[in-house]
């Protein structure tokens, strides 16, 4: 009998220690959060530091490229690894709402009424824009204020612009050129204004992205068609460089941050979505750094221009989404013909 009654108290005493230990588990997971970002270094380095400061919460961070962290939530929807994902382009996390919490910011009513949390489960904190990046060293007395100015002859050759088929911001900046210049996508006004501005590029196409507003700031190139974000930490760091907003009008897409459907720290991921449009977050993408914050009442630093001050126009995201393959198929067709 006394052997049977320590062997049950032994057996009880590791379930007590099995249960102290799963409670001493959920416990240092309650101050836990993991993140999926496609974000830059700058962002992660500013905002995640301010989150955990301010929250307690220790922040797990995962980076990869956008694409890849959706294929990664899918293969983990029934166990997910993650809490958040942070960044990414609006429209690639509509498209997979069966991935994401619904969860609305107490912070909502704060955002600029086009950028708010309308689906239920998208946030957008931050949105970048097509701009033309001109090099204040070289362009002279050369008249930049618009698509339209680019096809002045005195810049045939000199035009930076990166390939829609293969960068994710020439391609936004060709659907903003289409509507700002034709009013849609199919209009022959928009596509006649594509392919002079392909015959003004002089058959010079830049490697990526990254080679356009790099090229702007080096000198290469007098102009470049590029976006916001990397244009305005050249003029926040003195290059010399200034930021032309299309007058023409241009398009401001936004980011989006998401709690993963089944996340294990549910409470922490609501906390990080809150901080992320807070004023505190909000101020620091408009100060410190160099994204478009989308609060009403934020501060913006001398290297970003208001958007009141710009000359705002739309994109149909539905049917740049749908018609993407059609867009970049027409815009090979114009691009060949240009170079015969």
């Not at 049977?4 to 799963?22: H, P």
């Not at 829609?164 to 936004?172: G, N, R």
């Not at 630093?301 to 149909?316: K, Q, R, S, V």
Request: negative net charge; aromatic residues 8%; glycine residues 8%.
């Amino acid at each position: 009998m006394k052997k049977w009654f320590s062997i049950l108290s032994v057996l009880c005493l590791c379930l007590f220690i099995a249960a102290c230990s799963n409670g001493g588990d959920k416990k240092a997971d309650s101050d836990k959060l993991v993140i999926y970002s496609p974000n830059s270094e700058d962002i992660i380095n500013t905002l995640i530091p301010m989150f955990e400061k301010e929250s307690g919460v220790k922040v797990e961070l995962i980076s990869a490229g956008t694409g890849e962290l959706i294929k990664r939530i899918q293969s983990e929807k029934d166990n997910p690894y993650a809490d958040i994902m942070f960044g990414g382009s609006k429209a690639q996390a509509l498209g997979y709402p069966e991935l994401f919490e619904e969860y609305v910011s107490k912070n909502n009513d704060d955002m600029l009424p086009d950028h708010r949390n309308v689906d239920g489960f998208l946030t957008p904190y931050i949105a970048d824009g097509s701009v033309i990046l001109v090099n204040t060293d070289l362009i002279g007395d050369i008249k930049i204020e618009g698509y339209e100015d680019l096809l002045n002859p005195e810049l045939k050759g000199k035009i930076a612009a990166a390939d829609p088929a293969s960068s994710s911001s020439a391609f936004a900046q060709l659907t903003n050129m289409l509507k700002a210049m034709g009013g849609d996508y199919t209009s022959d006004k928009g596509w006649d204004y594509v392919g002079k501005l392909i015959e003004n590029l002089d058959g010079k196409v830049a490697s990526g992205s990254g080679a356009v507003h790099k090229g702007v700031a080096d000198g290469e190139y007098v102009v470049g068609l590029t976006y916001e974000d990397p244009s305005a930490s050249y003029v926040r760091d003195g290059a010399p460089v200034k930021i032309v907003y299309p007058k023409e009008g241009a398009v401001f897409l936004d980011a989006g941050v998401e709690i993963i459907k089944g996340s294990k720290n549910l409470d922490n991921a609501k906390k990080f979505i809150d901080f992320i449009t807070s004023k505190e977050a909000q101020d620091a993408f408009g100060t410190q750094l160099t994204n478009r914050p989308l609060r009403t009442d934020v501060e913006l630093g001398d290297h970003m221009t208001p958007l009141a001050d710009i000359n705002i126009i739309e994109e149909d995201e539905d049917y740049v989404k749908e018609h993407r393959d059609d867009i970049v198929k027409k815009y090979i067709d114009v691009f060949t013909e240009a170079q015969q």
